[in-house]
């Protein structure tokens, strides 16, 4: 201490005092201009844009979160608290005692509080972001006077691979509270962050290679880039003049800690934005691919490869006027709920069989993606076909389902034409709207169907098809039957097997996924900045039901992206009906029935967390379990999306043992 007050006052310091990692922080906080009576630190961000600051480093926080929920319940008594900070030093994310968090506020060691070192002096998170190593700091030796009470121990995040630092992990405590281990305990904790983000990045660049082999078939291309999220090189084929094609090169202008989304802005002058294709893994995106030209075809439109289907405008998840070469796999499906889950793992099992399929699901939800993912491969399964049976007249159906010869009616064609059968023959035929076959029609395709023969309007020679049936509808068809509407005998051929496809209220957890996912991939598409939705915004897309499902949500977002150059999303830029929700109580979703004992814990476990706003502290104390017990069971049902960042931090009152 009396070291300090010499060093602050000018008076010279006699040398061994401090060490020599608190004697170089003191003189950086000097030269920054720090101001050593400073008592707290400065909030940088809070609300909306600390809820940005989080998304800019959505993967930081994705690989810290199982220790984080860990860190909840082994720091909950210990005095001692784990931050998470960004490259800069703000902190993102807090866990541990509650007692000390409640006295870290006071110097404002908290969310959104910069904790850099030209901000607020010698102190753990900045000091280990200046010397880009473990650094301790114990009470007298912090630079402002407000923080010398507590002691801190950090260590840098690195990006696996690379120099490049992401953040900080802090255990910060009272000095009665201190641990010897506090520093061994932020570096294994930053080391076990890195290796999940070791992990995550193979499968990223997994998926990017993917994306590579999709493309590499366009004979219009004269070079093909696939970036990771740093914009470092992963893969390079063909010739690009002008650019470093060596493994690991970055290309210029796109600098680690940009969005994704401002790629397109930032590529140098000899690449173009229409060449970039941006790649996403699980709805999140992950780097891009630069497609160059070959100069004498000019530029391609542009697409984006991504984990959903690519389709033209107008579709339930489509972003693009040229779809990707790859329109199936169920991979490409954007989802993160268990009712998709559901939906998926059951399609998965019928895809691999030549049956027929019945996809039953509300309009906008995206059942011919599902039909795309069962379908699979064109080159593997033959072509894909399809026909909305209620966007024709009654007397056009035929035609277009059977074909016709010439002359067979007024205004066939004079050389006749296949039908949708023949077309999709050795493949799949798609039949949209079922429940909208006219009756009479209804034998013929049951026929066609059992002996795999068709007829062209106006011809009696048979013609043999070998064609796998998926059938989608909006409609209950037993009560279509039931009503008269629709064959029985066809009702049962064609329900061989069947997918419920979800609609959107049901998969909540999607929403917001759903709501990045268009956000960016219609910004790229129109050429528009991409929009920020805050957390009133956020809750009140949560808060609505949807009738339009998909379709709805994406139609939304190409409106709100525009109609406003602002940043942010205004709630009163949405529209009556969905504010009107807010207001509303939620209709309560029916949940699927227990089939289990197991079932039945995991069910009563997610309206716990629920009814608690995603707080396991209280959940626990609701279900009458310890809340280690009720972690394990979170990990074991993988609940953790359910669980509020903050949540577990509260103590006050013991939980009753398991």
Same mark, same amino acid.
């Given at each position: 201490m009396e070291a300090w007050e010499r060093f602050v006052t000018g008076q010279e310091v006699v040398a061994g005092c401090v060490s020599k990692h608190v004697w170089s922080s003191w003189q950086r906080s000097r030269r920054h201009g720090v101001e050593p009576a400073t008592r707290l630190a400065p909030i940088a961000v809070a609300g909306d844009g600390l809820e940005q600051l989080r998304l800019r480093n959505q993967m930081l926080m994705a690989a810290a979160k199982g220790l984080f929920m860990t860190t909840a319940h082994l720091l909950a008594r210990s005095g001692s608290i784990m931050l998470l900070t960004d490259a800069q030093g703000v902190v993102l994310e807090m866990a541990g005692d509650h007692g000390t968090m409640a006295a870290a506020r006071d110097i404002r060691l908290i969310e959104g509080g910069n904790w850099n070192e030209g901000v607020i002096g010698t102190n753990g998170i900045g000091t280990a972001l200046a010397m880009r190593t473990p650094a301790q700091v114990h009470t007298t030796e912090h630079f402002c006077s407000g923080i010398k009470l507590w002691v801190c121990a950090a260590a840098p995040i690195f990006m696996p691979g690379t120099d490049q630092i992401l953040g900080v992990v802090d255990i910060s405590c009272p000095p009665a509270s201190y641990q010897v281990n506090n520093l061994a305990l932020a570096v294994a904790s930053a080391r076990q962050i890195e290796a999940v983000l070791a992990e995550r990045i193979s499968q990223e660049h997994r998926r990017l290679l993917e994306a590579c082999l999709q493309m590499s078939g366009r004979a219009d291309s004269q070079a093909l880039l696939a970036l990771d999220r740093n914009a470092c090189l992963v893969h390079s084929s063909g010739n690009a003049p002008g650019l470093d094609l060596r493994q690991g090169a970055r290309v210029a202008g796109l600098e680690p800690g940009h969005c994704i989304e401002d790629w397109a802005r930032r590529l140098p002058e000899n690449l173009r934005s229409e060449w970039l294709h941006p790649v996403t893994l699980n709805g999140a995106f992950i780097g891009g691919l630069l497609m160059v030209p070959k100069s004498s075809r000019g530029t391609p439109k542009s697409v984006v490869v991504a984990d959903s289907e690519t389709k033209t405008p107008g579709h339930e998840w489509g972003v693009s006027s040229t779809p990707i070469p790859d329109k199936g796999g169920f991979a490409k499906l954007v989802w993160n709920s268990r009712a998709m889950h559901t939906a998926i793992e059951r399609a998965q099992q019928v895809s691999a069989r030549r049956v027929p399929v019945l996809i039953q699901g509300e309009t906008g939800v995206g059942k011919e993606l599902f039909a795309r993912a069962i379908h699979g491969d064109d080159e593997r399964n033959g072509p894909f076909v399809t026909f909305n049976c209620g966007a024709t007249t009654k007397e056009l159906i035929g035609s277009e389902l059977f074909g016709h010869v010439r002359g067979a009616f007024t205004g066939a064609t004079n050389e006749g034409r296949a039908g949708r059968f023949e077309l999709a023959h050795g493949g799949t035929l798609c039949l949209d709207e079922i429940g909208e076959l006219p009756l009479d029609l209804q034998p013929v395709?049951?026929?066609? +169907?059992? =002996?795999?023969?068709?007829?062209? +309007?106006?011809?009696?020679?048979?013609?043999?098809? @070998?064609?796998?049936?998926?059938? #989608?509808?909006?409609?209950?068809?037993? &009560? =279509?039957?039931?009503?008269?509407?629709?064959?029985?005998?066809?009702?049962?051929?064609?329900?061989?097997? $069947?997918? $419920?496809?979800?609609?959107?209220?049901?998969?909540?957890?999607?929403?917001?996924?759903?709501?990045?996912?268009?956000?960016? &991939? +219609?910004?790229?598409?129109?050429?528009?900045?991409?929009?920020?939705?805050?957390?009133?915004?956020?809750?009140? #897309?949560?808060?609505?039901?949807?009738?339009? @499902?998909?379709?709805?949500?994406?139609?939304?977002? =190409?409106? +709100?992206?525009?109609?406003s150059d602002q940043d942010a999303v205004l709630l009163s830029e949405l529209p009556e009906e969905l504010l009107a929700a807010i207001d509303q109580p939620q209709v309560a979703v029916q949940e699927a029935p227990v089939t289990s004992l197991e079932e039945g814990e995991r069910l009563a476990i997610v309206r716990a967390i629920k009814d608690c706003q995603g707080n396991l502290a209280k959940a626990a104390r609701a279900l009458g379990v310890s809340r280690s017990t009720l972690y394990r069971k979170v990990e074991r049902y993988r609940l953790e999306d359910l669980v509020r960042p903050s949540a577990g931090k509260e103590s006050d009152s013991p939980n009753p043992s398991s």
């Open positions: 395709l049951l026929r066609v +169907l059992e =002996e795999g023969v068709i007829y062209r +309007l106006g011809d009696g020679k048979p013609r043999h098809v @070998n064609v796998r049936l998926l059938a #989608m509808t909006n409609r209950d068809l037993l &009560q =279509e039957v039931e009503a008269g509407r629709f064959r029985r005998d066809l009702y049962h051929r064609i329900n061989v097997t $069947r997918v $419920r496809v979800p609609p959107l209220r049901e998969r909540e957890r999607d929403i917001e996924l759903l709501m990045e996912h268009f956000n960016l &991939q +219609l910004s790229l598409r129109h050429g528009v900045p991409v929009r920020h939705f805050g957390p009133e915004v956020r809750a009140a #897309m949560r808060a609505y039901s949807w009738p339009g @499902n998909v379709r709805e949500l994406r139609n939304l977002v =190409e409106s +709100l992206l525009l109609t």
